[in-house]
């Protein structure tokens, strides 16, 4: 008996705490997975994340030309308000999964449990951290199918690509600490509205250049419009703002573990590093050498030799940004295709296909480049396929034509050259018609217009549009030696469309002597 009393008087002391601290991190977990499956049961967050996930596959088949050369430093920035719908729906939810227990008059009854307040509000804190994984996920899968196309240019950044899922992250542990401040399931839906519109603020301070802007945890990606330019102009501090944001997030989780009474060392401490994380990545992003950066932009915009490396590719030399020098080879066979129909010293002239970005105070903003003036210079932009070649096309017939690209600038109403130009892209373009409607600005295909360039666009008088419908009913191959023989004539300014029609063999439209657009 004596022995019997020395087992069970044996000191379990020392044991009992650590598999107590054991089980109540298991007991968290185990909230946090409920939470998580009682979040799965909301009708907004599976509708929105539905909604979510179908613009993005939407997106993804949509087919156009130019989404086969995608410009990965702008496609990881379109990732960021995508999911800006879900993300209200699970600060909303969040909230309320929050506050269930005072809906429902059971508060008192924890007072009878284990495990503290401040534990569960943890818990309710990592039910949102599945939400912020598949938003990664999406997120991942969106840019990956992006990046895996060859003609892909340019390269992403993990920091802009990191903001989607933080955001969903933060907005959830938001909900969280509001319901531990303001318990009312009114307040998420009041404070949705000055939110929104301190989102649309701060991403306008950020795009007119102020710094301030960066300090709101997320930015609308406003879309100026402009084309892309290469990714160490655009200035972003991605990854200081992705730091900021994640020391936010962990800065939200401390307030509301210590409002729920969690005031132990360990969350102090973390409270301690995620301010100290959070001040951090606000500082790393303000700007260290603005004016660096504007001299890098203006010397991309105005003197873009500087900063390009070229390529000799047959008789042209192809210049570009180097995110860009994938694409020169098919920038060649535009070229090499237009010249073929060439005649005279065009058929063997050397270009420079020199790639130029507009610029102005800000960048991606829309803007028209003016024309180079110098002789055998094709202007070449940052967007590729699609209408974009036919267009280039467009521009590298007219400096084989009249030398130099602004040739677009003068009057070219009754004038031989304009015919030239545009037979070299359409008698070399496997569907010339439809390209020829495309290229038109009105997508007309008849009558005046102005034909898309890189630059300046051209004029296209109504008999100067009759005279290339009639050209293309005829062969092309004769049509082409007819241009070749008579090229002198055809690239001469004195030249008018009825001589123009008369020595290729079509007929003179009636008001081809008249000039009126």
Not at 276 to 281: C, D, N
Not at 333 to 354: K, P
Request: net charge neutral.
């Amino acid at each position: 008996m004596s022995a019997a009393t020395m087992t069970t008087t044996e000191p379990a002391t020392a044991f009992a705490e650590p598999a107590r601290e054991g089980h109540r991190v298991r007991a968290v977990l185990a909230l946090a997975r409920f939470e998580v499956r009682e979040l799965l049961l909301q009708v907004p967050l599976l509708l929105t994340f539905a909604l979510y996930v179908g613009f993005v596959a939407l997106r993804l088949m949509h087919r156009d030309g130019m989404d086969d050369y995608p410009v990965l430093n702008t496609v990881d920035r379109q990732t960021q308000a995508e999911p800006l719908l879900f993300a209200v729906a699970v600060f909303i939810c969040c909230n309320a999964a929050a506050l269930r227990s005072r809906k429902s008059q059971t508060v008192q009854q924890f007072d009878v449990l284990a495990m503290e307040p401040w534990r569960r509000t943890l818990a309710h804190v990592l039910s949102v951290v599945p939400f912020a994984a598949l938003t990664a996920l999406v997120v991942a899968v969106e840019f990956a199918r992006e990046a895996l196309k060859p003609g892909a240019i340019s390269h992403g950044s993990v920091g802009e690509l990191a903001v989607a899922p933080l955001t969903v992250l933060l907005a959830g542990v938001l909900g969280v600490l509001l319901a531990r401040l303001l318990p009312s399931s009114f307040v998420p839906i009041l404070l949705s509205i000055p939110l929104y519109l301190l989102f649309v603020l701060a991403s306008a301070a950020e795009d007119s250049g102020r710094w301030a802007g960066w300090l709101s945890p997320f930015l609308f990606v406003v879309q100026g419009g402009g084309d892309p330019v290469p990714s160490d102009l655009l200035g972003r501090p991605a990854g200081w703002h992705a730091l900021y944001v994640t020391g936010l997030c962990a800065v939200l989780t401390c307030v509301a573990l210590l409002r729920s009474g969690g005031r132990t060392r360990a969350v102090w401490a973390a409270a301690v590093l995620a301010l100290a994380v959070t001040v951090t990545g606000a500082v790393g992003q303000y700007p260290r050498d603005a004016k660096a950066l504007d001299t890098a932009r203006e010397t991309a915009a105005a003197t873009p030799q500087k900063v390009q490396s070229c390529e000799r590719r047959g008789r042209s030399t192809y210049c570009s940004f180097d995110e860009w020098s994938g694409v020169r080879s098919e920038w060649a066979e535009v070229v090499d295709r237009v010249q073929s129909a060439a005649g005279g010293t065009a058929a063997g002239a050397r270009l420079t296909i020199r790639q130029r970005v507009y610029i102005d105070d800000q960048v991606e903003v829309d803007g028209a480049l003016t024309p180079s003036t110098t002789p055998g210079e094709v202007t070449v932009g940052t967007r590729w396929g699609g209408n974009r070649v036919p267009e280039f096309a467009v521009g590298a017939a007219v400096v084989l034509v009249g030398g130099r690209e602004d040739m677009t600038t003068q009057d070219l109403c009754d004038d031989a050259r304009a015919v030239t130009v545009m037979w070299l892209v359409l008698s070399t373009d496997p569907t010339p018609t439809a390209t020829f409607q495309n290229v038109r600005l009105d997508d007309s295909l008849s009558g005046p217009a102005v034909v898309l360039a890189p630059t300046n666009g051209m004029s296209l008088t109504g008999p100067q549009t009759t005279v290339l419908q009639e050209l293309l009913k005829r062969p092309r191959a004769a049509m082409t030696a007819r241009v070749k023989a008579h090229w002198a004539q055809l690239t001469s300014p004195r030249t008018t469309t009825a001589q123009a029609a008369r020595l290729l063999g079509v007929e003179v439209p009636k008001e081809a002597e008249k000039c009126e657009e």
